[in-house]
């Protein structure tokens, strides 16, 4: 059985690099930390680059279009392209277009990302922005419904409330209307402590009241991946996935087949990494990284080298 | 009448009088049962009046967290329920502001997700709570200032619930020692003409994933509205009768409790779904099962009228 959980240190490093043509890395946590790079991370993946190794950006944040990640990463010291980014606003936008082939229009609850997103496809919504609640409750049973949108659209949404939640129910009680959401991730990474709800809670607001299950975009559906694999020709087994979060990050590389490195910097613990290992369970044993760092610097003697 | 192969018995005239021979009490849920909306079932307020000068105790036993007590008294008055007390409706919001002075003995402040109903219970309870009030529009998660005294954030139907107080109730519920109490788990409620609107439950399940705890729900199938009625009347289970319209809410508390259960048909649930339980060759799908089955609760009637 192949050892799980490894440090990587020396030689093994250098190893692991050269056997791999592609680096997936997640964002938050990962390379920077609110909006503060994390130490190194800059030099690391421009270092990639350099070596020919492929670098790209999945990340299960909706609140960024591609053009907006690549702004906040060239600001801090990241050399990238539009291309190189992943992000569930995109790639809602991309599902929506190719695989279901939607025509017509979204109930979205969302950012102006998203909304940007679905615009560059050529996907018209309604919903984005501050939705107040009036009347009375059997005024929001007989709200009228746009008869062209044939797809409710769930990511994240600060001016998520009542109305919203009331607006997607009356939408899905149609069978024939799709149900995507962004993704699934219980809490936002906020400095200072304070814990906000993520986009899975909203998405859960709306599946409980839907009663049905919405088909989810982000890490660790493979979607996203596929989308990476699809446009850019991947090989699973010479890519390595580097996450923060192992019930995100880590899955997706093991639902992939791909190599998986842990990082420290972000959600998840080595403690956590093991728990998952000794636990027997199959579905727990996929959260289980190949490697872990501290800090995706550990990797730079490598590369400098 | 209960074992394996039981169930889904529709019954008529004096199969229903054996049956009510044997109770002291029956409870009814309101919407969908005694109700609709604005309307009373034809033929309930007779059933109502008519087992109480027969001695039976009658309760009624609701999820519906959004009016205090009183203003359910006037809604049975309104509908021609002349004679029903206050002290005979258990409804969520009521039971809610039992268990947080009278179980829970919360010492400190509640943050309720909620609305009228839910606050005139606990201000009646003697209960100090925070209403998640109207924020200020520039407020966010990052700068609004949270209250040190929360000991409890209870959740119900909220049409007024915004991302800031579902942010807030996550951050008072990061300190394991404040409770966590939801009116009832209702993922929709029915409206008129078979619309929907969304319920306590979808509320209470983003709370839930926001903070990887589950609530303590209050409301049907959970038995503590049974254990409130009990220690006010002195009920005993197996003389009780529950009469409901939504299986996996009213049938369920019914089994829950130990009491036989009467599904009526002029609500939520359906004959074919209660069948589909009923032929369900898993076990755990038996407790949605009622033991008996009227088209509406009218059908107690002819019964009880022959009786006197």
Known sequence: ?305 | MAGAGRGCQKIRGSQIQDVLDTKHSILFDCDGVIWNGEKAVAGATEVVSLLKKQGKNVFFVTNNCTRPRDIYVQKFSRLGFTDVAQEEIFSSAYCSAVYLRDVAKVQGKVFVIGGHGVYKELREAGVPFVEGEADDPDMTIVNCPLDSDIKAVLVGYDDKLTFLKLAKACCYLQNPDCLFLATDPDPWHPLREGRVTPGSGSLTAALETATGRKATVIGKPSRFMFECIASQFGVDPAESLMVGDRLETDILFGVNCGMDTILTLTGVSTLGEAQAYKDDQAPEKKVYVPDYVVDTIADLLPVIEDDE
């Open chain 1, 1 to 305: 059985m192949a050892s799980k959980c490894r440090r990587l240190s020396g030689p093994i490093i250098r190893e692991l690099l050269d056997s791999v043509e592609s680096v997936l890395f997640d964002c938050d946590g990962v390379i920077w930390r609110g909006d503060e790079a994390i130490t190194g991370a800059a030099d690391v993946i421009n270092l990639l680059k350099q070596n020919g190794k492929r670098v790209f950006f999945l990340t299960n944040n909706s609140t960024k279009t591609r053009r907006m990640y690549v702004d906040k990463l060239r600001k801090l010291g990241f050399n990238a392209s539009e291309e190189d980014v992943f992000g569930t606003a995109f790639c809602s936008a991309v599902y929506l277009k190719s695989e279901a082939k939607l025509n017509g229009k979204v109930y979205l609850i969302g950012s102006n990302a998203m909304k940007q997103e679905l615009q560059n496809v050529g996907i018209p919504q309604v919903g984005v922005g501050p939705d107040p609640i009036t009347g009375v409750q059997i005024d929001w049973a007989n709200i009228p419904l746009d008869p062209e949108v044939k797809a409710v659209v769930v990511g994240f949404d600060e001016h998520f409330n009542y109305m919203k939640l009331n607006r997607a129910l009356q939408y899905l009680s149609n069978p024939e209307c799709l149900f995507v959401g962004t993704n699934t991730d219980t809490r936002l990474p906020l400095e200072g402590g304070k814990a906000v709800p993520g986009t899975g809670c909203l998405l859960k607001a709306v599946e409980t009241a839907a009663q049905r299950q919405a088909l989810v975009i982000g890490k660790p559906s493979k979607f996203m991946f596929d989308c990476v694999a699809h446009q850019y020709g991947l090989d699973p087994a010479k890519t390595l996935m580097v996450g923060d979060r192992l019930d995100t990050d880590i899955l997706l590389g093991s639902n992939c087949g791909l190599k998986t490195l842990l990082t420290l910097t972000g959600v998840s613990t080595a403690a956590d990494a093991e728990a998952h290992q000794c636990s027997g369970c199959p579905v727990r044993l996929g959260m289980v990284p190949d490697y872990i760092v501290e800090s995706i610097a550990e990797l730079l003697p490598a590369l400098q080298a």
